[in-house]
């Protein structure tokens, strides 16, 4: 069920709803600063922030102004949240971090700033994937590199036991491997 889905349920009261959640999202899905995160708007982010709206709002999905801002590929608006103390590390329902989310867009960009600004490169989704497996997947050389060198853990395994090793070699990824052998 989507997001929005779940903040119909919430909102017509045909899902119970405990409090935390309600503080979560309150009657809508999404916060006035997770829009402008999503419309990639920083003057008006910083001015919801000025006003004193939580950073780390999340909704039912764990949806977060610094997830929308990663998934925009919005770079000045991520940083605007990180020095206003966005949780680097948050984790949506399936787990999944914005660093996650930055390796799956691709965008080397904002891994690298979420790393500056202390990302857990060891983190797993509910599927026991980590950061490093969604790179070498993509085949991101670069991304793969920063993840490295930051102390990502090549031997980590994901649900299906598959080692980063093998995941490279799978895809036939030959600098991949390299990289990884080397590490």
């Known amino acids: 069920m989507g997001e929005k889905s779940d903040c119909r349920e919430i909102s017509c009261g045909n ?3 405990t409090e935390t959640e309600r503080k979560l999202v309150g009657l809508s899905c999404r916060t006035k600063l997770m829009d402008a995160c999503i419309d990639g708007n920083l003057g008006l982010t910083q001015r919801r922030l000025d006003s004193g709206a939580d950073v ?7 949806m977060c102004a610094l997830i929308y801002a990663v998934e925009g590929n ?12 966005a949780n680097v590390n948050v984790k949506d329902y399936l787990n999944l971090t914005p660093l996650m989310y930055a390796v799956c867009r691709r965008a080397i ?3 690298k700033i979420l790393l500056d600004a202390g990302a857990d490169v060891n983190s797993r989704d509910t599927s026991n994937t980590t950061a490093l ?9 670069d991304i793969v590199r920063a993840l490295v060198d930051a102390g990502a853990d090549v031997a980590t395994k994901d ?11 799978d895809r036939g990824n030959t600098e991949i491997v390299r990289l990884l052998e080397n590490s």
Do not use: C
């Not at 919005?74 to 103390?85: M, N």
């Not at 790179?135 to 991101?140: N, V």
């Not at 036991?161 to 490279?168: F, R, S």
């Open 74 to 85: 919005y770079p000045e608006i991520v940083s605007l949240l990180l020095r206003s103390y």
């Open 15 to 17: 899902t119970k709803v």
């Open 159 to 169: 649900k299906s036991d598959k080692t980063t090793l093998m995941h490279a070699r």
């Open 109 to 111: 960009n904002m891994v």
């Open 56 to 62: 780390n709002s999340q909704t039912v999905s764990g």
């Open 133 to 141: 497996i969604y790179a070498i997947r993509f085949g991101t050389v």
